[in-house]
């Protein structure tokens, strides 16, 4: 038995917000300053009643719909999400609600941008063993709260949205191989290092990234993920259709795609149109190539992301 993904949805909050926007919002940098660094043209934000749950709702029914499902056929939901509507109950049991399923599995995942390939790993190891038929696995994120807007090298870089994914059991093959690992020790390069105590915020709680140190971990670890995945899969990175990387920053991508030997025609980019979404970010590039026709049944797609803690994880799958 294998796990196949049945269907995928996305859903980014309001209008586009471009460079010139946040200049307008006050924010010190210019238009030219962050395209050529990051490749960023626009992002969403989510207005300040809208909650990860929202966003994760939305595009939990358009994956459901496309997989022709109801929401009470699942029987696990997993969402990653580095941030949580409540600090408990999790985001998933609020999604849950909101879908109207009863009696799911659902927890949430925190690998912050690797957090769906890490959610999307596990729900396949439900799946294969059998204990579950049917999953929603989602990213969804609203990364515009936990931003210090007077800190132009992080506020440029990030967007709120949300992507999903129904996983459910197949005969045929679906997801070929998995890996995931993380490195704690790499911690202090990305953060948002404050928590709460009785009330009050204890420590930073703004992002904070050591941009230079975080891009040579990432280009590196996605490399080595992505060969190692292709290893365990049998495979050639040459016979890989498509790669959905992390929708950080388009160097990073650009340079990942050169140490793995691949031409950039390979590789789905969609950091332009909303930033760094985190966990949201490698769904929402998904859905958009699904639906514009780029990605069809039977290609050979990775999925490969890196995150804060540090995290690394891939998945290659045949769509």
Same mark, same amino acid.
């Given at each position: =038995? ?16 471009? +460079? ?28 300040? +009643? ?6 994760? $709702? ?15 056929? $699942? ?25 109207? +399923?009863?009696?799911? =599995? ?45 800190? #132009? ?97 388009? #160097? ?49 797609? =990775? ?17």
């Amino acid at each position: =038995m294998f796990a196949r993904i049945a269907g995928v949805g996305s859903y980014l909050p309001g209008q586009p917000v471009s +460079n010139t926007d946040l200049i307008k919002r006050g924010v010190e940098t210019d238009d030219e300053w962050i395209f050529s660094r990051t490749g960023i043209k626009t992002r969403h934000l989510a207005e300040t +009643n809208c909650t990860a749950s929202d966003l994760a $709702l939305e595009a939990s029914r358009r994956a459901l719909t496309a997989a022709g499902i109801e929401a009470d056929q $699942l029987d696990l939901i997993i969402l990653a999400t580095s941030t949580p509507d409540f600090i408990f109950p999790s985001t998933a049991c609020l999604l849950q609600a909101k879908l109207g +399923n009863h009696g799911a =599995m659902a927890f949430d995942v925190q690998a912050v941008c690797s957090g769906f390939v890490y959610a999307l790993s596990v729900a396949e190891k439900f799946i294969r063993s059998g204990s579950h038929k049917k999953a929603l696995v989602v990213g969804a994120e609203v990364f515009s709260r936990i931003l210090d807007w007077e800190d #132009r090298t992080t506020c440029v870089l990030f967007g709120d949205g949300a992507g999903a994914v129904v996983l459910e059991a197949s005969e045929t093959p679906g997801i070929l191989a998995t890996a995931a690992h993380a490195d704690g020790s790499h911690h202090g390069i990305l953060s948002v290092p404050g928590s709460v105590c009785r009330g009050k915020v204890i420590g930073d709680p703004f992002l904070r990234m050591d941009g230079q140190a975080v891009f040579k971990f990432a280009v590196r670890v996605l490399t080595d993920v992505a060969k190692e995945c292709c290893e365990a899969a049998g495979m050639s990175s040459s016979e890989v259709d498509w790669v959905i990387p992390h929708q950080a920053n388009i #160097r990073i991508i650009e340079s990942t795609a050169k140490k793995l030997g691949m031409g950039m025609e390979k590789f789905i980019v969609t950091v332009d149109h909303h930033g760094n979404t985190s966990a949201a970010s490698i769904p929402l590039a998904l859905d958009v190539a699904v639906r514009d026709g780029r990605i069809q049944r039977g290609h050979k797609v =990775m999925l490969e992301g890196v995150g804060g803690g540090f995290t690394w994880a891939a998945v290659l799958l045949e769509f």
